[in-house]
């Protein structure tokens, strides 16, 4: 019987998840069919376990797995009945949401209380009327967010860029420890109200003009001047976490961090990336190479939910 390999995005990112998968697994994987953050091939390769599968690492998913299939409302139950008497392994069944603004209804009671497996029959509402069912493993993110969409608080904040850091932050485990913060592209301050209100000390720097609430904030200073402006000498000495989210070419950025921080980067760098087209990810090696010449060890790229057409590249000085 033939494999079919399921990929879940960020609604309306998957041209830049079909561009990565043929560049990646040329020849192996066929596109199958897409709908809004779901996209399938065909495998024509060997088939794939979930623990090979689980191995695979694109950046513009969420998660992956095996597909079952897109089923009508009454028959999903049967399915996943059905799949289960197949199988000797024990699965935890969760029903998933692809809109992050939209809390997800659970349209199907499962009896799970005394399951604890690491492997997953995942639920995805398409449609008012079909269901599309995956198998997969824990999926690449240690902690919260992960095949579920981060959950997309009430604030005040005067920009979506809050929700960015806050769920790179719990994807990291970064809640205890106060750090030291330098943040480009900072106005007008949606990241940096989270990292306030979290006891961080920040140093923002932006040509825009930042919301008064958070100018006037103690443990925030403000540089108003454009990234191409700043040297490492106007900022403060000791520095945990590099954070950007400047509007320019990905490349424009990189270049700029490289330049002022090339002796001396901080040990963590969450830089966010542009991509507003597929044709960027392109560059992706030539990113990887600017912060590994700035002296980062591990690199990674990845889309969180709350992301529109960027990603996040994550540096660290260490490889763990």
Same mark, same amino acid.
């Given at each position: 019987?033939?494999?079919? %390999?399921?990929? *879940?995005? !960020?609604?309306? !990112?998957?041209?830049?998840?079909?561009?990565?998968?043929?560049?990646?697994?040329?020849? @192996?994987? !066929?596109?199958?069919?897409?709908?809004?953050?779901?996209?399938?091939?065909?495998?024509?390769?060997?088939?794939?376990?979930?623990?090979? %599968?689980?191995?695979? !690492?694109?950046?513009?998913?969420?998660?992956?797995?095996?597909?079952?299939?897109?089923?009508?409302?009454?028959?999903?139950?049967?399915?996943?009945?059905?799949?289960?008497? /197949?199988?000797? /392994?024990?699965?935890? +069944?969760?029903? +998933?949401?692809?809109?992050?603004?939209?809390?997800?209804?659970?349209?199907?009671?499962? &009896?799970?209380?005394?399951?604890?497996?690491?492997?997953?029959? %995942?639920?995805?509402?398409?449609?008012?009327?079909?269901?599309?069912?995956?198998?997969?493993?824990?999926?690449?993110?240690? =902690?919260?967010?992960?095949?579920?969409?981060?959950?997309?608080?009430?604030?005040?904040?005067?920009?979506?860029?809050?929700?960015?850091?806050?769920?790179?932050?719990?994807?990291?485990? #970064?809640?205890?420890?106060?750090?030291?913060?330098?943040?480009?592209?900072?106005?007008?301050? $949606?990241?940096?109200?989270?990292?306030?209100? =979290?006891?961080?000390?920040?140093?923002?720097? &932006?040509?825009?003009? #930042?919301?008064?609430?958070?100018?006037?904030?103690?443990?925030?200073?403000?540089?108003?001047?454009?990234?191409? $402006? @700043?040297?490492?000498?106007?900022?403060?000495?000791? +520095?945990?976490?590099?954070?950007?989210?400047?509007? *320019?070419?990905?490349?424009?950025?990189?270049?700029?961090?490289? $330049?002022?921080?090339?002796?001396?980067?901080?040990?963590?760098?969450?830089?966010?990336?542009?991509?507003?087209?597929?044709?960027? *990810?392109?560059?992706?090696?030539?990113?990887?190479?600017?912060?590994? =010449? #700035? $002296?980062?060890?591990?690199?990674?790229? %990845?889309?969180?939910?709350?992301?529109?057409?960027?990603?996040?590249? +994550?540096?660290?000085?260490? *490889?763990?």
């Amino acid at each position: 019987m033939q494999q079919f %390999i399921y990929f *879940l995005t !960020n609604p309306g !990112n998957e041209s830049f998840l079909k561009k990565e998968i043929m560049h990646k697994y040329p020849k @192996i994987f !066929n596109f199958s069919y897409s709908r809004p953050g779901i996209c399938t091939y065909k495998n024509t390769g060997p088939k794939l376990s979930l623990e090979e %599968i689980s191995k695979l !690492n694109p950046i513009y998913a969420r998660a992956w797995g095996e597909s079952i299939g897109i089923f009508n409302r009454d028959e999903v139950q049967k399915t996943i009945s059905d799949y289960l008497d /197949s199988t000797a /392994s024990t699965f935890q +069944i969760q029903q +998933i949401s692809r809109e992050p603004e939209i809390a997800l209804k659970e349209d199907f009671c499962f &009896d799970q209380s005394d399951i604890d497996a690491e492997r997953f029959i %995942i639920v995805v509402k398409v449609d008012e009327s079909q269901y599309f069912i995956g198998t997969q493993l824990e999926d690449k993110f240690e =902690s919260p967010p992960g095949r579920s969409f981060y959950d997309i608080s009430i604030t005040n904040a005067p920009s979506r860029a809050y929700h960015k850091i806050k769920e790179a932050f719990l994807l990291l485990n #970064m809640g205890a420890k106060k750090l030291n913060c330098v943040e480009f592209g900072c106005a007008p301050g $949606g990241s940096t109200k989270y990292l306030l209100e =979290s006891g961080h000390k920040v140093c923002g720097v &932006d040509p825009a003009d #930042m919301d008064v609430e958070i100018l006037n904030h103690k443990n925030f200073e403000f540089i108003q001047k454009p990234i191409q $402006g @700043i040297t490492k000498r106007d900022l403060p000495e000791n +520095i945990d976490v590099l954070i950007s989210d400047v509007n *320019l070419n990905p490349d424009v950025v990189l270049k700029q961090c490289h $330049g002022i921080f090339k002796t001396s980067p901080p040990p963590l760098a969450l830089i966010t990336l542009k991509t507003p087209k597929p044709k960027y *990810l392109d560059s992706l090696k030539i990113w990887k190479s600017y912060l590994e =010449s #700035m $002296g980062y060890k591990r690199v990674d790229f %990845i889309q969180i939910s709350s992301h529109r057409k960027e990603c996040l590249a +994550i540096a660290r000085l260490s *490889l763990f």
